[in-house]
């Protein structure tokens, strides 16, 4: 019996990650999160401040994968294009959602300057959406079909991403172990590939590092069958015994 | 007078990525350095330890910037396929590179097990191609045509970057000076939108922060004229200073 995959594809938008100014922490916090919802992250492009780029990606992503996330580009300002990006993508208008409006009034009642005409940018979103729901600050993110605009700043889209969780359809969640080795990883090749052909339900990531002076890696088992995932870490184990190294299950 | 702009795009190769398990930092290290070059970043994806899909970001990227560079996949274990699946999108075969054999030879001639058979697998490369040192280990990178194949642990793809500095042409690297105030960025919005639209050969960005209780933006202004930048930034901070807001030069 062979499950479903559902499967995702994530567009980072930022000339700042392009230029290597900002590091991004939203493919790895994104990826973690759909992997608790059984939902494997397939593919990311990260593309510039520019419409033609994200347009060209949303609607490759879309198309190839069950669900789309976008990261920036949903603030006040004048290099915030997201929305219109994505409203040319489907080919829907941009719209004032009527409670995006009212929550930004809300949030800025008591701030200097009130709802300016640049906040109100903020409520603006392809035709049709939904919000979704930020405790962090006033701006929404937007969920649009199998769209979900999140925002770029890393803590904000937690909080997105922290309300979505469990109303996307996911399968079994891919699970993962750990097994560390004080070893040169290309010592230990040949029994990581005898291990993995002989559990073909599990794949086997090997990570080396090089740490205090010593060369060393960590095998990554991955499966959504946890049985299969127990034999092939006990598989690996005994390969790594038999060769002589000490290992450490949970890695190094 | 308008100057060539050289392009290059990213592949990161690496379930370990999308999974979330390792936070990429290749990304932001290549797109720095390729900023020195002279070479803007215009493009990342990252896909999956897959064949098929390794050849078709490889094959779409290649054709479209000037450069292409990859991380990841080029170690001596089962997962490691970047370089099959190059010369298998430059339609060329995978040969022993001789003079990588002999760079093996010596790396592993002190070292227990020796030049195994998984280790040789370092040395393989798409027909045609050259290496790229590495001072950190045994492997080096690969370079064919427009291709670059850069390892996936940051400080071996650093070594590689550093030895490939000054050897890809490049035109006039991009400028920036960031302006950092305290203020919400919402609030200064329209005054950024018109100093933009006034300073053509320049882009402001606009990066937001909550910090210590306060929230803030960081204002990058890029360009490739050193001139036109001074202006903008110039402009940018009179505005700024208009609107009664204090701003620090450098940044927050």
Redesign the interface.
């Known amino acids: 019996m062979s499950e479903r995959i559902w499967t995702a594809g994530l567009v ?1 938008i ?12 939203n ?9 608790v919802q059984g939902i ?10 520019v419409t033609q ?1 994200i347009v060209t990606a949303v609607n490759a992503l879309r198309e190839e994968y069950d669900y789309l996330f976008t990261t920036g580009g949903i ?5 915030d294009i997201t929305v219109d990006a994505v409203a040319e993508a489907l080919g829907v208008a941009v719209v004032i959602h009527p409670e995006a409006r009212a929550l930004l009034e809300r949030y800025y009642a008591d ?3 009130g709802l ?4 109100l ?2 409520a603006r979103v392809p035709e049709g959406a939904e919000l979704i729901p930020n405790r ?2 006033g701006a929404p993110g937007i969920r649009l079909g199998n769209i979900h605009l999140m925002a770029g ?1 890393p ?1 904000i889209t937690a909080g997105m991403l922290d309300a979505l969780t469990g109303s996307l359809e996911g399968g079994a969640p ?1 699970l ?1 172990e750990t097994i560390g080795c004080w070893t ?4 230990i ?2 029994a ?2 005898a291990v ?1 052909q002989a559990h073909p339900a599990c ?8 740490r205090d002076g010593r060369v060393g890696a960590n095998f ?1 088992v ?1 499966s959504t069958d946890p049985q299969a995932l127990a034999a092939c870490v006990t598989a690996l184990c005994e390969a790594l015994a038999t060769e002589g190294y000490d290992f450490t299950p949970g890695g190094i």
């Open positions: 980072v930022g000339d700042e990650i392009l230029s290597g100014r900002t590091h991004d922490k493919i790895a916090q994104i990826a973690s999160w759909l992997q494997r992250l397939s593919e990311v492009r990260v593309v510039p401040d780029r603030g006040p300002t004048h290099d701030k200097p300057g300016t005409e640049a906040r940018r903020m962090m600050s700043v803590h891919l993962t040169a990883e290309s010592e090749a040949e990581l590939r993995e794949q086997i990531g090997s990570y080396p590092f090089f990554v991955r």
